[in-house]
């Protein structure tokens, strides 16, 4: 059973590519799922039936795995005997025919326009760090981009004059336009602050911290924090919830998907239907709130 293991460890990395992210993942839950076998139905891996993976399911969920990792193992596991059967050390793969964990759906949290609003408006423009903030927020709201990318972003990647930004993120170049807001709030920043705080006037960082040097994501992370309670808004505000109301705010609005799906940098249009859900979602919470007869 080691030797499968591992040859299908050689498998992955060697045949497919997987990253090493992947590669882990994988063995981990076969590592554990073998550990069951031996230790519960005393067996090997080429002798499960569909019913005693089945009956793993079960069991990881008694022992408090939550469905997203149960449903994970399984399709680690079907992964695997796919493998064995097509070096013909089985005939058929015994999860095939596994029912995943059922997963409960958690859409992601959004800001009403009114809370985004409010969110923007903490920042006060009167010092340095006031003005930077208020140009990050800005422009991560008007762009939708990910925290990632906003502190990979050099000066050279703005394009103010023509309201443009230019974001390059796993190997992908997208150009994201920019509203008047968020240009004035970034012209005001590049040109009379952040000369006042770079450490090093070589520096191509477009966002940095008040040491001068590169934003760091943990950096921004307390900034949104600081923020959140500041505006007094519950919900917990994170940088990827204001790239979530980024899109559901365009697509309440009107834009187009496809549209939605390039600004995102998203490589498959079903990353960006999760909003249309979204949206309906919202909208059907406020039918039944104010309509007099829901």
Known sequence: MADDIKAYG?????????????????????????DYVQDTLEADLRQVTTEEIQSYVSWMLGKGKSPASAT????????????????????????????????????????????VELFLEQPKCVDAKGYRDHAMLELLYATGIRVSELISLNLSDLNLSASLLRCESRGRERVIPLYHTAVKALQDYVKDIRPQIIADTEEQALFVNMN???????????????????????????????????????????????????????????????????????????????????
């Open 212 to 294: 001068g040097e590169r934003m760091s994501r943990q950096g921004f992370w307390k900034i949104i924090k600081y923020y959140q309670e500041k505006a007094g808004i519950e919900k917990d505000i994170t940088p990827h919830t204001l790239r979530h109301s980024f899109a559901a705010h365009l697509l309440e609005n009107g834009a187009d998907l496809r549209s939605i799906q390039e600004m995102l940098g998203h490589a498959d249009i079903s990353s960006t239907q999760i909003y249309t859900h979204v949206v309906k979602k919202q909208l059907k919470d406020v039918y039944n709130k104010a309509h007099p007869r829901a």
């Open 72 to 115: 994970r193992s399984v399709a680690s596991l079907k992964s695997f005997y796919n493998y064995l059967v097509s070096i013909g050390a089985l005939r058929t793969n015994p999860a095939k025919g596994v029912a995943a964990a059922k997963v409960e759906r958690k859409y992601p949290q959004i800001l009403t326009s009114k809370e």
């Open 10 to 34: 050689a498998y992955l990395a060697e045949t497919k590519h997987s990253s090493q992210n992947t590669i882990s993942s994988y063995l981990r839950d076969l590592h554990q799922f073998r």
